[in-house]
């Protein structure tokens, strides 16, 4: 008999093991043992002793990479809080299937596959490479109903879980987090009030680029998403299915995957860090498995991170979604491994120690 996307959501955070503080310990000892002062590549080593207690080597070989890109519409852009039509959402889809995104080329330039998921696009998609795995098409508008049922929810997480589990049984090792979706950064800060706690207007930012006038617009209306549903903030599941949205909880499914699977996960900009959070509340033993990638432009995003106990690889000012931060992410994952494979000892150099 198939699973229930509740089972499948349960059996896999029940699946999620600590680190291997031995392969952490291994590579700390080596960071010491190479000819630099100790901790003088600062985040470099953070990296570099994740990965070994993820995958409980002392460099692996993570050449195996995916972005995963999940796409949903939202209803409720039917309030004007974006700069852009939801018609976008299809049209960027078919954009990242032939190769023109942004995102397509920073994953060209390190060696990574895309994915590109039809979560709850609300049009109809054909493509050779796209994946339909299509929940609902399109959320309900926040401002007056829930996003989606609870049952929902759970179907979109099932769905991100289940892609990971075929990407790594087809090799991958590491992972990207990806979205587009018209409308997701106002769902994004509706979750952001729910579990951490912001005021509306700290969480709004400008998305694809509103003015001023109409970001206050945008955080009128994410208040009413949360005073309309009334999301229990104890309860993440409820929040993501009355206030988030399909990509975003696709997402969610792709991070808990990750970490069930012993994948390094990189969390893209402000609506993977939602995702993040949301996976973070449902599994705090997920979050040693996720890095955080870049500080995206919105405004949120420094306290969503810091929610989650993320911190940032870089600042780029960028805030485009798609993955973008992620993939550039892998540049430096890659950097940390060279250096541990790469680098002389103090021993092997005749350099002399402090
Ligand atoms: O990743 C980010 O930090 C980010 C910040 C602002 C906008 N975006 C992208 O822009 C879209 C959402 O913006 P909006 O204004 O329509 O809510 C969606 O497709 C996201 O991928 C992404
Ligand atoms: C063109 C465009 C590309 C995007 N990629 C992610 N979000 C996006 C939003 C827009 C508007």
């Given at each position: 008999m198939k699973k229930t996307p509740l089972h499948v959501v349960e059996d896999t955070i029940a699946r999620i093991e600590p680190l291997n503080q031995e392969a952490i310990q291994a590579a700390e000892d080596h960071l010491n043992a190479?000819?630099?002062?100790?901790?003088?590549?600062g985040k470099l080593e953070a990296i570099a002793r994740q990965a070994a207690g993820i995958t409980?080597?002392?460099?692996?070989?993570?050449?195996?990479r995916a972005v995963i890109v999940m796409a949903g519409d939202h209803g409720v852009c039917e309030e004007g809080?974006?700069?852009?039509?939801?018609?976008v959402t299809p049209q960027m889809v078919m954009n990242f299937l032939s190769g023109g995104a942004a995102v397509n080329v920073l994953a060209r330039q390190t060696g990574t596959h895309l994915f590109c998921v039809d979560i709850g696009v609300a049009a109809e998609l054909t493509h050779d490479s796209l994946l339909s795995r299509k929940v609902r098409p399109g959320t309900g508008n926040i401002a007056r109903e829930a996003a989606m049922s609870r049952e929902e929810a759970l179907q979109a997480i099932a769905v991100g879980i289940e892609l990971v589990h075929e990407l790594a049984d087809r090799g991958y090792r590491m992972f990207a987090t990806g979205e587009m979706g018209i409308g997701n950064t106002t769902a994004s800060a509706a979750i952001c009030v729910a579990l951490v706690g912001m005021t509306a207007d700290e969480a709004v930012g400008l998305g694809t680029g509103i003015n001023e006038e109409r970001r206050r617009h945008k955080v009128e209306i994410v208040q009413r998403a949360l005073d309309t549903n009334q999301p229990s903030a104890a309860d993440p599941i409820d929040v993501l299915a009355k206030v988030g949205g399909l990509e975003i909880a696709g997402l969610v499914g792709v991070i808990l995957g990750s970490a069930a699977r012993r994948r390094l996960v990189v969390i893209d900009g402000f609506i993977s860090t939602a995702a993040a959070l949301v996976a973070a509340r449902l599994?705090?033993?997920?979050?040693?498995?996720m890095i955080g990638s870049h500080l995206s432009h919105e405004q949120g995003h420094s306290k969503l991170l810091a929610a989650v106990g993320l911190s940032p690889m870089i600042h780029m000012d960028m805030r485009l979604g798609e993955g973008t931060g992620a993939v550039l992410g892998f540049h430096f994952i890659d950097a940390a491994l060279h250096i541990m494979r790469e680098m002389a000892t103090f021993e092997s150099a005749g350099v002399s120690k402090g």
């Open positions: 190479l000819t630099k002062p100790p901790g003088s590549l409980g080597e002392l460099a692996a070989d993570l050449t195996g809080v974006s700069a852009f039509p939801q018609e599994a705090p033993e997920a979050i040693p498995y």
